[in-house]
């Protein structure tokens, strides 16, 4: 009961009852019953007539006797009198009328009506003389009404202080009393359609042989009922009301059953329907139990059986607005290609204090989308948000427009949280299977950090952030006022910085590259870390980034130069010649002092440059592109060799390659770590070697973990190696003392 009173279903049902209760429901009551006797229109055929008395109203009571005397000749069945009686002005006229009615006896009675519907008390009425109406019958005329004062029903019979009066139409149809207190009247009569004479007819002898012979002949003074209004109709004459009321009790039951069977059927009808599997089919069955909820009572009404279609239809219509505004919201807030909410979702949900959030934009997502056929296009960005899913712990992804997606997770410290991205990050070297397809993906983070914003803002912040991420070639940004509320640490970097470089928190560690011709260590990357005394072992990639942000990565990189180069200088005192590599910083490659710098620290350092080797990342993030070409260009003129770093996961590999003079490519472990098991990225591989070797280039293949991928390499002609499996990168105390052990003849070479 409470899981319905839960659904869609229940709601709708709860808030038609507050409404009802409310008494709102009537208004849908009352638009239906106009409409629906508006459209039905029959006429009357009840041996009724109405004699109009307007012509003589005001002529007294003498003219009025006269009219009764020639209406008894005519021998109707029996006769109403519905008219002001203005005795006490004419005395003998006031005899003849009371000497009239005498004669009549049984078959004259009067009508008194109630000046108003829903109030039936002693002054409501106006009794006529008893000096001339004597022991006749007296009838009322009383009616109940709905909100606006349309007739709804009438009681029986009415008492007025203490005495029992019949109504107008029981009188007429014969039937004295119901199950109920009260009777419908059958609006579907066209009260247009009372057969009607007129008075002066009658004192002409213009009448119809046999017009009132056997009729209930109604005398009535003509105009309309103040304050009461008859369904389908505007007002009517009060006689309308008393023979729509005898035609619904010439039926053989007038009954109201109320709204609850229509409802009990509604409900039962819906949760049929909710079974029904295909959308169509149960649009089609709410359809049908509409109009049935429109058709039943009407139906039901033709034989005198009243229900009301107001609360049902009140439940069909909140249902059917919830379902729309469901499916509406649904459609706004899911992507159609992927069936994942959007973006509009998430940005439309509470996020909750302590989380962050993070936008991925896969980067060629368009181009990747446009070598699938369609019907691959949303299991694609499936398995992305699966392995995003898996990968962030969130279970819920959200999917954007253009290879965007999004999620909220813990917020962690900054350090953790990085590191946490560039795990997932790493999730996605693998390709992704779709079909037949395989697709290598690359992913830029965005991160809003900026807790206690809406939700929209944050979503957008980081978005932004993620598409800067992309612009940039960045892995990870952050949006842009979380980098205020990081200031602290930023602004203290430097310090920090300082300080680490001081007491040995940073460090650099050096990883041995191998030579394949010459089957000997020949070389190293010299990698930089920082042992954060509280923060712990801090990932470069993360510091760097940081260091970028705040402006300190100079000192870092000379810093590092200068380390490096103290190695190189060691390690070649050692005998063969032996090439250091040191990476150098998108942010740092434009720099207008760079090569000045670099040149005054080795002139310094008196180092042959030929012994250091450059790496540089492909990245679009390079802001002044041809200041970065120059700097290259110059810093080999010097005799620096450069290599290209990642090479082949950034955007423009082979642009980068006509436009840089490089001396070397950098195989990236990504292509390295699937070399026997990915066909695919032993093509890559081996025309890598090919294209490099062409154009007079070496390569390197880093990230080799394994002997067999080792021995590959070697057979497709790579000229150098690095990985886990030669050398993890190492202190250099720990590195210089393994790289004498394998020149150590003693031992011979690895
Ligand atoms: P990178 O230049 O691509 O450096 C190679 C990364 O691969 C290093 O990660 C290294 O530890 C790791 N690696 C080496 N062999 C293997 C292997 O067999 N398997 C696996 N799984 N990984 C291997 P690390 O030291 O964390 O450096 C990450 C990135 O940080 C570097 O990527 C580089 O872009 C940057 N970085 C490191 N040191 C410096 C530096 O002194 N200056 C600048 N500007 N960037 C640096
Ligand atoms: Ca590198
Ligand atoms: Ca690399």
């Not at 009990?264 to 049908?288: K, Q």
């Not at 699938?372 to 279970?395: K, M, Y």
């Not at 590959?712 to 393994?738: N, S």
Request: hydrophobic share 45%; proline share 5%.
């Amino acid at each position: 009961m409470r899981q319905f009173l839960r659904s869609t279903l229940g709601i709708a049902m709860l808030a038609s009852l507050a409404l009802w209760a409310a008494g709102l429901s009537d208004v849908v009551g009352h638009m239906y019953w106009n409409n629906v006797f508006k459209l039905a229109n029959r006429p009357v055929n009840q041996p009724v007539v109405v004699i109009s008395l307007d012509d003589i109203a005001q002529l007294g009571t003498e003219h009025e006797a006269r009219l009764l005397n020639l209406v008894r000749r005519e021998m109707p069945k029996r006769v109403f009198f519905d008219a002001r009686i203005p005795a006490g002005t004419d005395v003998s006229g006031d005899r003849d009328l009371r000497d009239a009615v005498h004669s009549f006896g049984r078959d004259v009675s009067f009508i008194v009506r109630a000046a108003k519907p829903d109030r039936f008390d002693r002054a409501m009425f106006s009794f006529p003389p008893k000096a001339i109406v004597g022991d006749s019958r007296i009838l009322v005329s009383a009616w109940n009404s709905n909100f606006l004062y349309r007739v709804e029903s009438a009681p029986y019979s009415v008492n007025i202080d203490g005495a029992r009066f019949s109504t107008v139409s029981t009188a007429l149809s014969d039937r004295s009393s119901g199950w109920q207190s009260v009777y419908y009247p059958d609006f579907t009569l066209d009260p247009t359609s009372i057969r009607r004479v007129s008075s002066a007819d009658i004192f002409a002898h213009r009448l119809e042989p046999g017009a009132l012979t056997g009729k209930s002949v109604i005398l009535s003074t003509s105009g309309q009922a103040p304050f009461m209004g008859y369904f389908g109709h505007e007002m009517v004459e009060p006689v309308a009301f008393d023979i729509a009321g005898a035609e619904a009790l010439r039926r053989p039951i007038s009954l109201n059953i109320t709204f609850i069977p229509l409802l009990a059927l509604v409900i039962v009808g819906m949760r049929l329907i909710a079974r029904l599997r295909a959308r169509r089919a149960r649009l089609l069955a709410y359809s049908a139990v509409l109009a049935m909820m429109l058709l039943l009572p009407f139906m039901a009404r033709s034989y005198g059986v009243v229900t009301y279609p107001d609360v049902p239809l009140l439940v069909l219509g909140i249902f059917g607005a919830i379902r729309l505004w469901q499916l509406r919201t649904r459609r706004i807030q899911h992507t159609s290609l992927s069936g994942l909410p959007n973006l509009v979702a998430l940005s439309s949900q509470p996020l909750g204090v302590g989380r962050d959030v993070v936008v991925v934009v896969v980067a060629r997502f368009e181009e990747m989308l446009a070598t699938l056929p369609r019907d691959l296009h949303g299991e694609f960005s499936r398995q992305i948000a699966r392995r995003l899913s898996v990968g962030s712990g969130s279970n819920e992804i959200f999917h954007g427009e253009g290879g965007h997606f999004a999620w909220t997770e813990e917020a962690r410290p900054l350090e953790m949280q990085l590191g946490h991205l560039e795990g997932l990050r790493a999730l996605f070297s693998a390709p992704l299977q779709i079909g037949p397809h395989t697709f290598d993906t690359n992913i830029h983070f965005g991160l809003d950090r900026n807790e206690g914003g809406d939700a929209s803002t944050r979503v957008n912040s980081a978005l932004a952030s993620a598409n800067e991420a992309l612009g940039n070639g960045r892995s990870i940004e952050l949006f842009e006022s979380q980098r205020l509320a990081e200031a602290p640490w930023e602004l203290s970097l430097h310090a920090r910085i300082e300080e680490g470089l001081r007491n040995g928190e940073i460090w650099m560690a050096y990883q041995p590259q191998w030579d394949f011709g010459e089957n000997r260590i020949s070389g190293a990357e010299a990698l930089i870390r920082w042992n954060h005394p509280t923060r712990g072992p801090i990932a470069p990639d993360a510091f760097i980034l940081q260091a970028e942000r705040a402006g300190r990565i100079d000192t870092l990189t000379y810093w590092v130069l200068e380390q490096a180069i103290a190695a190189a200088l060691e390690l070649n005192a050692l005998g063969p010649r032996f090439q250091m590599s040191i990476n150098l910083s998108a942010q740092m490659v434009d720099k207008a002092d760079l090569v000045t710098n670099f040149a005054e620290i080795v002139r310094r350092r008196g180092i042959d440059p030929t012994l250091l080797t450059v790496e540089v990342t492909e990245t679009s993030s390079v802001r002044n592109r041809p200041a970065a070409c120059h700097n290259l260009t110059q810093l080999r003129a010097m005799g620096f060799r450069l290599s290209i770093d990642d090479f082949g996961t950034g955007e423009a590999s082979l642009a980068y390659l006509s436009e840089l003079p490089s001396d070397e490519l950098k195989l990236d472990r990504r292509f390295i770590g699937r070399l026997l098991t990915s066909d695919r990225d032993r093509a890559i591989v081996t025309s890598t070697i090919g294209l490099a070797h062409a154009l007079n280039q070496s390569v390197v293949a880093e990230g080799i973990e394994d002997a067999a991928t080792f021995a590959v390499l070697r057979d497709l002609g790579c000229d150098h190696a690095q990985g886990y499996y030669l050398g993890k990168p190492q202190p250099f105390t720990i590195f210089i003392e393994d790289y004498r052990r394998t020149r150590d003849p003693a031992r011979g070479v690895v």
